[in-house]
C-alpha cells in the first residue's frame, strides 16, 4: 500500500510556471507508475501525464504536451510536474495516483492510490 501526499499549487499569473510535487510512503515507491490527473469545477477528472515504473516511460496529454514535464526520484519517494506556459484553462485541482507494476495507463479507474490533491489557479 502507498500513501500519496500532493504540494506546490497555489495562483500564478498566465505565462508563469509551478512545480508539483506528490510525495509518497513505503519502501516499494519504485515499483508503482505515477499518474497525475486534474479536475476542474462541474467536469471530469482528466489525465495529465504518467511516469512508468520500470525505465520511467513518459506520456502527456495533448493539451500540456510541450509544456508540462513529469519525472521522479526515487530516492525521495517523489514524482514532480514541472508545469511552464500556465493558461487559465489549466484551473483544476491536481491528483497524483499510483499503480504498481502497470505501463503507461490513462484512465483514472486503472489507479489504485490517490492523494488529496491541490488547488492550482492560473489568473487571465
Known amino acids: 500500500q502507498v500513501q500519496l501526499v500532493e504540494s506546490g499549487g497555489g495562483l500564478v499569473q498566465a505565462g508563469g510556471s509551478l512545480r508539483l510535487s506528490c510525495a509518497a510512503s513505503?519502501?516499494?515507491?519504485?515499483?508503482?507508475?505515477i499518474g497525475w490527473f486534474r479536475q476542474a469545477p462541474g467536469k471530469e477528472r482528466e489525465f495529465v501525464a504518467v511516469i512508468t515504473w520500470s525505465v520511467g516511460g513518459t506520456y502527456y496529454a495533448d493539451s500540456v504536451k510541450g509544456r508540462f514535464t513529469i519525472s521522479r526520484d526515487n530516492a525521495k519517494n517523489t514524482v514532480y510536474l514541472q508545469m511552464n506556459s500556465l493558461k487559465p484553462e489549466d484551473t483544476a485541482v491536481y491528483y497524483c495516483?499510483?499503480?504498481?507494476?502497470?505501463?503507461?495507463?490513462?484512465?483514472?479507474?486503472?489507479?489504485?492510490?490517490w492523494g488529496q490533491g491541490t488547488q492550482v489557479t492560473v489568473s487571465s
Open positions: 513505503g519502501r516499494t515507491f519504485g515499483t508503482y507508475t
Open positions: 495516483a499510483a499503480a504498481q507494476w502497470k505501463v503507461v495507463i490513462t484512465t483514472p479507474r486503472d489507479y489504485d492510490y
